[in-house]
């Protein structure tokens, strides 16, 4: 109304009366900023502003003040503002809106500094992907690509993986855009990383996804980076103290080790890393014998054979395991202390005297070092142990070695020693063979005279099976060596398959039908087999005799108590 009747001056006052009783009211700020605005009192209606800055309004209000300022040109003024105005709202978006308004006016190295200025504001504590997407925007607009990617890395490097979704999205259409082929490789290579941190702060204890990591850090060759990574993965040690879930963490440790060894090139840091590794396994409870064995061949390539002895010697006063005896031994055979190695042999065998390929690989040393006395000896001992793991395997070791020492008749000697143990077929088909390949004239007749002594065993044996195997074998070799008077002996002694059926009993006793199986009878069986009748049938006649007598009996005892009665 005052306006409408021109009195500027009543209207003056009673805005300001209304913004000194009311200044949270903006609508009042507004409407006497644009009175003295449209007025053409712009001094006055930059009073107006400054009071109502002066109450720290809600953004609207510093974006109304901004746009008067830039209305007259006043690009200085409008800079002042915006100064007070990120620090009274704080809030990322505010900051870019100050950066692009540099921007706007060409200002490109205050627009930068902005940037800056805002990255240290919200400190690293606080920071926000938002800020660093359009500060990289900004850098890209002005061809400054290398920027970009000091950007873009600075961010992943502090922003939490969860919250830098848009990060990795926006680096790798810059990459795809301006990048060279290492440079995509290297935003993979950063999202990878973010997916394995992601991964292993949800299970620390998969350690397939430490491995892949691991790989992926190597890769980058920043020694510090990948040792620190390698502290964090072996500090993950299995909750339980049992073997099968050290397995895998185990392996932690001996890739550390290695890359200590052979890509940082410290060899005091690899002996650290082994000495720590087997400070922390409970060697009363399990061991790794592989362990050892890398700690002491590592001393080896540091022609430190002392410590590498004292090692292996530890480790066998702890855990004595085959492997650990085997990997000894076959240090000492690499340095040709053939003395050390039958004293490491001879402490094996005292602790585990069954085992057989330890007797074998025992004899094999003296046969290599010539001392032939020595190895059938220790065949000797091995095949007098009461109790062997596999005796087959020691019996045709010493077969063989005395075979290649030409030694027939004590090949001989041990094929009937080891007849009087077992008689199975394939010892007799061994024991054939052997006397074939022996350059003796009567080979062939020795041969034979074995496969009918094996026959003559075998008769007694109710494995059918095995008695075909041997009679095949008997044929082929009469087939090759023989006349046809010693084929037809054999031929005549050869079953007839036929086809026969039997009961299927279930486990609970029950019937469950009939199945047809295959059966050999033999001319012998044949033979004998009226003589098996004629005793059957006496066995029946006596059962037969026997019921009758006890029926007798009863009979009598029955009489005998009516007639007490």
Known sequence: MEMRNRQVNHARNLWNRAVTILPRAPQFWYKYTYMEEMLGNISGARQVFERWMEWEPEEQAWHTYINFELRYKEVDRAREIYKKFVIVHPDVKNWCKYARFEEHHSYISSARSVYEQAVEFFGEENLDERLFVAFARFEENQREHDRVRAIYRYALDRIPKENAQELFKNYTIHEKKYGDRVGIEDVIVSKRRFQYEEAIKNDPFNYDTWFDYLRLRESDGNVDQVRELYERAIANVPPTKEKRFWRRYIYLWIYYALFEELEAKDDEKTREVYKACLELIPHKLFTFAKLWILFAHFEVRQKNLQAARKILGVAIGKCPKDKLFRGYIDLEIQLREFDRCRILYEKFLELAPGNCSTWIKYAELETILGDTDRARAIYELAINQPRLDMPEVLWKAYIDFETEQEMYSNVRNLYQRLLE?????????????????????????????????????????????????????????????????????????????????????????????????????????????????????????????????????????SEEMESDS
């Open 421 to 557: 143990r077992t008689r199975h077929v394939k010892v007799w088909l061994s024991y054939a063979k052997f006397e074939m390949i022996v350059p003796e004239a009567d080979k062939v007749s020795r041969a034979r005279q074995v496969y009918e002594q094996a026959h003559k065993t075998l008769q007694r044996n109710e494995e059918k099976e095995e008695r075909l195997m041997l009679l095949e074998a008997w044929r082929t070799f009469e087939q090759e060596h023989g006349d046809d008077a010693t084929l037809s002996s054999v031929e005549q002694q050869m079953p007839r398959r036929v086809k026969k059926r039997r009961k299927i009993t279930r486990e609970d006793g029950s019937e469950a039908g009939w199945e047809e199986y295959y059966d050999y009878i033999f001319p012998s069986d044949e033979a004998a087999q009226p003589n098996l009748r004629i005793l059957s049938m006496a066995k029946k006649w006596k059962k037969a005799q026997e019921l009758s007598a006890k029926q007798n009996e009863n009979e009598e005892m």
